[in-house]
Antibody, heavy 124, light 107 residues
Framework: QVQLQQWGAGLLRPSETLSLTCAVY????????WSWIRQSPGKGLEWIGEINHSGSTDYNPSLKSRVTISVDTSRKQFSLQLSSVTAADTAVYYC??????????????????WGQGTTVTVSS | DIQMTQSPSSLSASVGDRVTITCRASQSISSYLNWYQQKTGTAPKLLIF???TLQSGVPSRFSGSGSGTDFTLTISSLQPEDFASYYC?????????FGQGTKVEIK
């Protein structure tokens, strides 16, 4: 049973860098992708980006210039950095496992394990 | 980006009611559509993937249908634990995008 445990600073000032880390317990780190997703009342659920065990990344173009997702396979952890935050970055941030799931003749991708969420507030 | 539009944004229903939520994609996504349930204060939970396949452990009163651009989530007989928000998400192409959500409330 895979579980994700995340942590990081919850209160930031504008222009600072958001930093969150997520640890993977109870399952394989390879064979899946590892995403960060945020949720705010104004923008709903927003996919930030993902990384796989080899370090290949894919970012949401809307945030790409400010986002870095990294991985430490030895510790089974992955991290999010979001630079130059503003109030618009205030949200609950989730780390999430993305997994290919076979159905019929195709493989489909689902976000099947979520961390507990971290509330990040940006305020001066 | 693919835009996902859900309707309604909220609904009121009673225990035992049949509930239907609709999700429309801005372009064809074949069957690359997932549904999630989110209860207040918790993370979303994957209910259905590939438009109609129930995730392990999800009760059979939940069902999904559709392909292309139009999809439906149905709860055949609403139970007290089903009062929550529901989101669709396309897994056809990144950036993965979500619908704005449907909140199912007690009538």
């Amino acid at each position: 049973q895979v579980q994700l445990q995340q942590w990081g600073a919850g209160l930031l000032r504008p222009s600072e860098t958001l930093s969150l880390t997520c640890a993977v317990y109870g399952g394989s780190f390879s064979g899946s992708s590892w995403s960060w997703i945020r949720q705010s009342p104004g923008k709903g659920l927003e996919w930030i980006g993902e990384i796989n065990h080899s370090g290949s990344t894919d970012y949401n173009p809307s945030l790409k210039s400010r986002v870095t997702i990294s991985v430490d396979t030895s510790r089974k952890q992955f991290s999010l950095q979001l630079s130059s935050v503003t109030a618009a970055d205030t949200a609950v941030y989730y780390c999430v496992r993305g997994r290919g799931i076979a159905a019929a003749t195709n493989t489909y991708y689902g976000l099947d394990v979520w961390g507990q969420g971290t509330t990040v507030t940006v305020s001066s | 980006d693919i835009q996902m539009t859900q309707s309604p944004s909220s609904l009121s229903a009673s225990v035992g009611d049949r509930v239907t939520i609709t999700c429309r994609a801005s372009q064809s996504i074949s069957s690359y559509l997932n549904w999630y349930q989110q209860k207040t204060g918790t993370a979303p939970k994957l209910l259905i993937f590939a438009a109609s396949t129930l995730q392990s452990g999800v009760p059979s009163r939940f069902s999904g249908s559709g392909s292309g651009t139009d999809f439906t989530l149905t709860i055949s007989s609403l139970q007290p634990e089903d009062f929550a928000s529901y989101y669709c998400q396309q897994s056809y192409i990144t950036p993965w995008t979500f619908g704005q959500g449907t909140k199912v409330e007690i009538k």
